[in-house]
């Protein structure tokens, strides 16, 4: 047993036994406190270095990451602002483009209304000559007195419907004359040497006995009959239809065309270049037809004029 005596200044004291076995038992355990607190000490100033290396590596990297960011966004920034400058380029190029394409139009326009010009004055002074020269043509008419008897006979007619409300024009006759020169290439004449059966404009029509405009000429005829252009052209069509059947269309130039109706038979095709007096199909009763005969129509500018005005023309033209 130990014994400690713990006194004061007063004298006072106070006893403490202990055995041996104890003490070196509070002693080890004292110690061992002491180093475990130690060894926490250490680990935590480790844990503490090592957490402020990291937050120095943190912060680093997030300087980087920062500079890098800023960087990059600075570099995007930069080729936006180029991307910017060189779509206003190209938008000032193309408007200068579209003002320079403007004015270009604008010269061309300029010199097409001046070639119209000039060829509306050469027009006017070929018109004043032809018509000094179809007052000639009228006059021999009249002397003349040519006329073409027209025996109407329903059963050899036809033709497409036509509302005799229809309007056409009067005066496209009147430009015939003024292309006597093209003599050549203006359907003048009779397709077919037979009496007419059907003339142009208002009749009552043939199928369905109602008031109708017939657009061109019926010719009599049998089937087989040849059919002759009535002018040099180049077909532009050669193909059947419900209302004309077999038909042929002859673009003459010069705004004249002229059609051939209900054929048997067609003896040209698109594209082919034909002259006056060629045969060029043979009569029939195909399509809206009530007999064996040959519509004919001629046609200025998309519009039907009355054939008979070329047949009498023709018949003062001198035989070759």
Known sequence: MLHIIITGESGN???????KKHLRNLILSAILIAVVLFIGTIT???HRKNNMVLQE??????????DKTIGKQEQLVAQVDQLTKALAQARKELTENQQEKFALIDRYETQ???LEQERAELFEGSISRLDERSKIIKTMMDKIGVKIDV?????HSGGLYIDPNTRLSDKLIDKTDHYLSLIQQLPLGRPINTKISSRYGRRIDPLNSKKAFHAGIDFKGRTGDKVRATGNAVVRQSFYSKGLGNHIVLN???GYETVYAHLSKRL?????????????????NTGRSTGSHLHYEVHFHKKTVDPMKFMQVA???PSK
């Open 44 to 46: 935590g100033l480790h």
């Open 112 to 114: 097409v209304s001046q």
């Open 151 to 155: 025996q109407d006979d329903p059963g």
């Open 315 to 317: 018949k003062l033209l």
């Open 57 to 66: 590596k943190v912060a680093t990297l997030t300087r980087t990451l920062h």
């Open 13 to 19: 004291g106070r006893t403490l036994m202990m055995k």
């Open 252 to 254: 003459h130039g010069n």
């Open 268 to 284: 040209v095709k698109s594209g082919d270049k034909v002259v006056r007096g060629q045969v060029i199909g043979l009569v029939g």
